[in-house]
């Protein structure tokens, strides 16, 4: 009130006095009429300006970050069982969702040699009975699937819960798998090819865990990744072969592989849980050093209980213009003849097929197989890369419109050691009657070239050779060489675009 006195009376001297003869009452009044004035437009002066609203939808964008990757291959070798191929590698979807700062929902969906899918069911009634059509169309090695989908609810900047499909984290590959992050157009034998990491990248698995990442020294800092999962199990993939085979029955056959793969989203088979974690240190920007492991039970509780064990070194070094990179894998898969024989015992016949005396025009058989089982696999990659650029290129085309265009000329060396790998079973009433295992040594060596006009896009160049030591087959050794049993070695040419947005 001490404040409004003095502004009362400016207001009084500057307002038009009252007729001669007002009252006392009047002259009350008009002061009380002022002070209500000021004190109005005092709050209005004080009252903040209103925001405008913002549309709903810049609201979402904000929140919702919307991106992916993907890759597409020309390669030809000089395998006799092989042709020169385009390869749609894959098309990957990811969507990035802050609700607040400190809660988030990731997800990454991959479709991967995928151009469609059709399924036609139908039912209806004839005469005497009921018919029902079920037909799949697709192509071949399509694959729709999730490779990450989890939620993080931020504790603190060294501590994050996560649950949900996140990535195994072993190795540096599986983590850091998207195509257009490399500069060679093919994943690596030790996380791809072979592989020697349980379940080929990208790998997931359902379950629950923490992460973060805190400062130590000057520059330096250290991240972990620590999670309880399903883990991986043995798993089967059915195969349906219809042949005609004149002067023979004709056949169809049914094949079911069993092998290693990654765990559902959904119930767990194997009565066990699996542990996974890794420890990256970065001295300084620029240097990673890090180790990782998986443990975990992969066979169901109606076979042996037999687990998979992996340990894993990797990191990253910039030595002046040149990039180091590099990750050694050792996997233990457990007693694969225990695996086998438990396996023999619980499916009885390894074929059974229909007798010519029972049905002399058309022959069926089943037929149960394990694949992909050594005791041991273990192996490494060693990268380098020498990122530059030519100031004459500017004045070119691959210069023209980009702030920061690279080559990046890039070797690659590989191998993986075979440790008692499978190679023929046979068993019959339950009992194991023949088991073949060989030791092996897979080499490659791949030298190329990738332009980026931008860090998310390159064009990727490659020459690559892959061989074994002894005079043995390539057969069985890698999951996308078709070689044949005199065939010992491939050389290949790979061309290729991997793209981010």
Known sequence: MRQLVPMILVVLFLSPLPARGATLEELEQKVKDLTQEIEQMKAE?????????????????????????????????????????????????????????????????ELERFSELELEKELEATAGGLR??????????????IEQAWLRYGIAPWLNFEMGGVLVPIGRFNLRHDDNLWNLPRRTLVDRGVPVIPVKAAWPELGTGFTGKFPVGAEGAIDYRLYVLNGAQFDFELEEIAQTRDPRRDKLELEAEFRPAKGTFSKDLKGAKAFGGRLNWSPLLGHE??????????????????????????????????????????????????????????????????????????????EFEPVSLADVKHGYWVELRYPFWPEALNRAFLGKGFENPKLIPTLRWEQVFFDDLLTEVEFSNGVLTDLETINRTLNRITAGIAYRPVPLWAFQ?????????????????????????????????????????
């Open 45 to 109: 002066k004080e009252e903040p300006e209103a925001k405008e609203e913002e549309p709903l939808y810049r609201e979402i964008l904000d929140r919702v970050r919307v991106g992916g990757y993907g890759s597409v291959r020309f390669e030809a070798n000089d395998l006799e069982n092989e042709e020169n191929t385009f390869t749609f590698r894959r098309f990957v979807l990811t969507t990035d969702a802050s609700v607040t700062d400190r809660l988030k929902v990731y997800l990454e969906l």
């Open 132 to 145: 029902v059509v079920q037909a799949v169309e697709g192509t071949s090695g399509s694959e729709i699937a």
């Open 289 to 366: 050093v890090a180790a990782s492991g998986y443990v975990g039970r992969y066979t169901p509780e109606i076979f042996a209980s037999e687990s998979i064990w992996s340990i894993g070194f990797d990191g990253f070094s910039t030595l002046g213009p040149v990039e180091l990179e590099y990750e050694y894998v050792y996997t233990n898969f457990g007693d694969i003849r225990k695996v086998v024989g438990s396996f023999a015992r619980v499916v009885g016949d390894k074929s059974s097929a229909v007798p010519s005396s029972a049905s002399p025009d058309f022959e069926a058989e089943i």
């Open 461 to 501: 160049f490659a020459v690559e050779y892959t061989w074994v030591n002894s005079e043995e087959s390539l057969v069985g050794l890698t999951n996308f060489l078709k070689a044949r049993a005199d065939e010992d070695d491939a050389l290949a040419f790979l061309f290729g675009v991997a793209f981010g947005f």
